[in-house]
């Protein structure tokens, strides 16, 4: 446009510079005299160029910041590669964090394609490939939960409102609801669990022992309200707590339970279940005592078929009792 300055030129040598530090920051093997080819420059001036990037990586914590990374020569590879400690993925990082994004299931497509492309760019370009021929199949026939919501921009405004103890206004669609209910809650946590996002709050002018469970795509909008609630250190939620003793996210009042186990494998049990532990054995049956919420508990125990008993508490024994004969009589009818 008229009037507009040109656009100025990057000196050669900044984007020698930028050229290099990027090639390294990507995994690649950069070897000198390629360089200088590549770049028409002397082997000399590719060895400033890269004194120069060691200075910058040797100032970055003096700076403050958490990123370790350093330049070292590799004689096997006949180049210069980036050391870069412990706050990098690695490749096999990559990989795996993809793999568990796929299997998830919890983004949209839009998300999570735009999550692998930003994954995968850490990786120089042949590791790249080979991650994305790894992932191909498992990206082209992905399928996300039917809500298909975006929800990175509302998980992240979630965990702003419970770090800074802020109460929402929320508008949630129960299952099987016509229409939605209004209610404020004061946030207390974020949780993923089996391919969905979950708020963990507590209803105000509810005097409830145990929080609620609001599955965060069916949080139709919300507002974060600018007026805040106190909860002493003491009494803080913990995720971590609350993920070991809830099954399906059922919340529910908190139990001990105990139960007979003759399954396949019992590691499996365990896995599932983290407040377990093996307390006796009675042939070849493991006796397990785990401490859970109960809505939730129920349905994975029934999961177990024949190869589990419940033995305690008294009252949960028998509701499974009853659980299982509604069960049979569904079958019954059909005779």
Same mark, same amino acid.
């Given at each position: #446009?008229?009037?507009? +300055?040109p #656009? +100025?030129?990057?000196?050669?040598k &900044?984007?020698?510079?930028?050229?290099?530090?990027?090639?390294? =920051?990507?995994?690649?093997?950069? *070897?000198?005299?390629?360089?200088?080819? #590549?770049?028409?420059?002397?082997v000399?001036?590719?060895?400033?160029?890269? *004194?120069?990037?060691?200075?910058?990586?040797?100032?970055?914590?003096?700076?403050?910041?958490?990123?370790?990374?350093?330049?070292?020569?590799?004689?096997?590879?006949?180049?210069?590669?980036?050391?870069?400690?412990?706050?990098?993925? *690695?490749?096999?990082e990559?990989?795996?964090?993809?793999?568990?994004?796929l299997?998830?299931?919890?983004?949209?497509?839009?998300?999570?394609?735009?999550?692998?492309?930003?994954?995968?760019?850490?990786?120089?370009?042949d590791?790249?490939k080979? %991650?994305?021929?790894?992932?191909g *199949?498992?990206?082209?026939?992905?399928?996300?939960a039917?809500?298909?919501?975006?929800?990175?921009?509302? %998980?992240w405004?979630?965990?702003l409102?419970?770090?800074?103890?802020?109460?929402?206004?929320i508008?949630y669609?129960k299952?099987?609801?016509?229409?939605?209910?209004?209610?404020? &809650?004061?946030?207390?946590?974020? %949780?993923?669990?089996?391919y969905?996002?979950?708020?963990?709050?507590?209803?105000?002018?509810?005097?409830?022992?145990?929080?609620?469970v609001?599955?965060?795509?069916?949080?139709?909008?919300?507002l %974060?309200?600018?007026?805040?609630?106190?909860?002493?250190?003491?009494?803080?939620?913990?995720?971590?707590?609350?993920?070991k003793?809830?099954?399906?996210?059922?919340?529910?009042?908190? #139990?001990?339970?105990?139960?007979?186990?003759?399954?396949?494998?019992?590691?499996?049990v365990?896995?599932?279940?983290?407040?377990a532990k093996?307390?006796?054995?009675?042939?070849?049956?493991a006796?397990?005592e785990?401490?859970?919420?109960?809505?939730g508990?129920?349905m994975?125990?029934?999961?177990q078929?024949?190869f589990?008993?419940v033995?305690?508490?008294? =009252?949960?024994?028998?509701?499974? +009792?009853?659980?299982?004969?509604?069960?049979?009589?569904?079958y019954?009818?059909l005779?």
């Open positions: #446009m008229i009037g507009e +300055k #656009m +100025k030129k990057v000196p050669l &900044v984007n020698r510079v930028l050229s290099l530090y990027d090639s390294l =920051n990507k995994g690649a093997v950069v *070897n000198k005299q390629q360089a200088a080819t #590549m770049f028409s420059v002397g000399k001036t590719i060895q400033r160029d890269l *004194n120069d990037l060691r200075a910058y990586l040797n100032e970055v914590p003096l700076r403050g910041e958490a990123v370790i990374a350093s330049i070292h020569y590799d004689r096997v590879k006949k180049g210069y590669l980036f050391s870069r400690g412990g706050t990098w993925l *690695n490749q096999e990559v990989l795996a964090i993809t793999k568990i994004l299997e998830s299931r919890a983004f949209s497509k839009l998300e999570l394609n735009s999550l692998l492309d930003k994954i995968t760019a850490q990786c120089h370009a590791t790249r080979h %991650i994305t021929r790894v992932i *199949n498992e990206r082209l026939h992905y399928l996300p039917r809500h298909n919501k975006l929800l990175l921009n509302r %998980i405004d979630l965990s409102a419970v770090r800074e103890q802020r109460k929402l206004e508008t669609l299952p099987g609801a016509e229409s939605p209910s209004s209610r404020i &809650v004061e946030p207390c946590g974020l %949780i993923f669990s089996e969905y996002f979950y708020l963990i709050a507590y209803v105000e002018g509810h005097g409830y022992d145990f929080p609620a609001y599955r965060v795509d069916r949080i139709q909008n919300y %974060i309200t600018d007026h805040h609630f106190r909860v002493p250190e003491v009494n803080r939620f913990e995720e971590g707590e609350f993920r003793r809830v099954q399906f996210m059922w919340a529910g009042s908190l #139990m001990k339970i105990t139960f007979r186990f003759w399954g396949p494998s019992l590691e499996a365990l896995d599932r279940l983290p407040t093996e307390i006796g054995r009675e042939g070849n049956k006796v397990v785990a401490e859970v919420f109960g809505e508990i129920k994975w125990l029934l999961s078929a024949e589990l008993e033995l305690k508490p008294e =009252n949960f024994r028998q509701e499974m +009792k009853e659980t299982v004969r509604r069960m049979l009589g569904n019954e009818r005779e």
